[in-house]
């Protein structure tokens, strides 16, 4: 049977309002009582109606986030930091996907918005900010992640036109000179992305020939079989292609798969960048270089204007904080230079150890005739 709050007041000859008090430590109460009260909640296993505290106080002490994918990795990640930082602040996290579909996106959050929610964290699928301007007109604080639809919304993501910009210059420095993009959507991220990557190869002058451009069906949701689709229009177009630049690390893994299938050696005949720097990412056979978007800071510092916004005794004017990414280099963009074996390496260093290691022995078999010997 659930215990209720008028069953620990009614053990205590005490009021309901006596027994929350003790739950939310207020001074009014004695420590004495309070200890009592909190022995018994924890005995009886006593759990708090939610949503009979929320009507009460207006407050549900929930924040919902919406995203793409339940499962990919980089969602998973900011999931994950978000959830973290708002415990610290005494509000759980509800998660709902939208299989990156706008009309579900609605569906969901209105199934969100219906636990009386104390704010919102959205990566949209929308295409504009109209859908989601009513959220925030009802009254409830929201947090775009991830991708921007309007200056006028609340942002937290990372500089993606920045992202694409690494990504070329990092492929010019190791000597790629024909250079494709499996890109994202047509949305801030993908477009961010995109015209980054295609701006800095020519003003580096290189031009990005439309048909190594290519476009997945999907992005967020089944990458790597994107990617593979993705990688076997690139190979049939025959174009030479020996630097590439993923949407994602999902889909860059997924590429580098069939591009072993078919023959090429990465990154030998093919240098291969992702972005997002999935923690699995040193695992792969070939590591994989990516652009860290810090998912993990994305997370937090939503979750930090989240609690400005609930805290704010008037409204507070839109912020839009944008992170910058950094690359990280494996071996999926490490070429061998040049005329240099790529066994060498590994050669040079086991002779560097033979040598520091040869002079320990005590004796010597096969010792050389010194100068002064061969005299005599």
Not at 123 to 143: W, Y
Request: glycine share 8%; net charge positive; hydrophobic share 40%.
């Amino acid at each position: 049977m659930r215990v209720r709050l008028r069953d620990i007041a009614d053990e205590f000859g005490v009021s309901t309002v006596t027994v929350w008090k003790a739950l939310r430590n207020h001074s009014d109460i004695s420590v004495k009582t309070r200890e009592r009260i909190l022995q018994r909640v924890k005995e009886c296993g006593y759990r708090p109606n939610l949503t009979a505290r929320g009507l009460v106080t207006g407050h549900s002490s929930l924040v919902g986030l919406v995203v793409p994918d339940l499962i990919h990795p980089f969602f998973a990640e900011v999931a994950k930091s978000l959830s973290f930082a708002l415990r610290q602040h005494g509000y759980l996290l509800m998660i709902a996907s939208s299989e990156e579909d706008p009309v579900l996106e609605i569906e969901e959050i209105q199934h969100l918005l219906s636990h009386r929610l104390d704010g919102l964290v959205v990566a949209s699928a929308q295409n504009s900010f109209d859908g989601l301007r009513l959220i925030e007109e009802n009254g409830t604080p929201l947090v775009l992640i991830d991708r921007s639809l309007s200056l006028d919304s609340n942002f937290v993501g990372s500089d993606d036109y920045r992202a694409g910009c690494l990504a070329a210059e990092h492929l010019i420095e190791i000597g790629c000179t024909r250079c494709a993009h499996i890109r994202g959507p047509e949305n801030s991220v993908g477009q961010g992305r995109f015209e980054g990557f295609r701006d800095t190869l020519e003003m580096r002058g290189l031009r990005l020939n439309p048909k190594l451009v290519i476009a997945p069906r999907t992005f967020d949701i089944d990458g790597r079989k994107r990617g593979s689709e993705s990688m076997k229009r690139l190979l049939r177009r025959n174009l030479s292609v020996n630097g590439l630049f993923c949407f994602n690390d999902a889909i860059a893994i997924g590429a580098m798969t069939t591009a072993f299938e078919s023959g090429r050696r990465i990154p030998e005949d093919l240098a291969v960048i992702g972005c997002g720097n999935l923690h699995y990412n040193d695992s792969l056979r070939t590591p994989l270089t990516s652009i860290d978007q810090a998912s993990s800071s994305m997370g937090k510092r939503a979750a930090g204007l989240l609690i400005d916004l609930f805290n704010a005794e008037a409204p507070m004017a839109k912020r839009h904080i944008v992170l910058s990414p950094h690359l990280v280099v494996r071996d999926s963009t490490r070429k061998v230079p040049p005329g240099q074996d790529i066994l060498e390496p590994v050669l040079l260093a086991v002779a560097e150890s033979s040598r520091v290691i040869a002079p320990r022995k005590k004796t010597q078999l096969h010792s050389v005739p010194s100068k002064a010997h061969r005299k005599a």
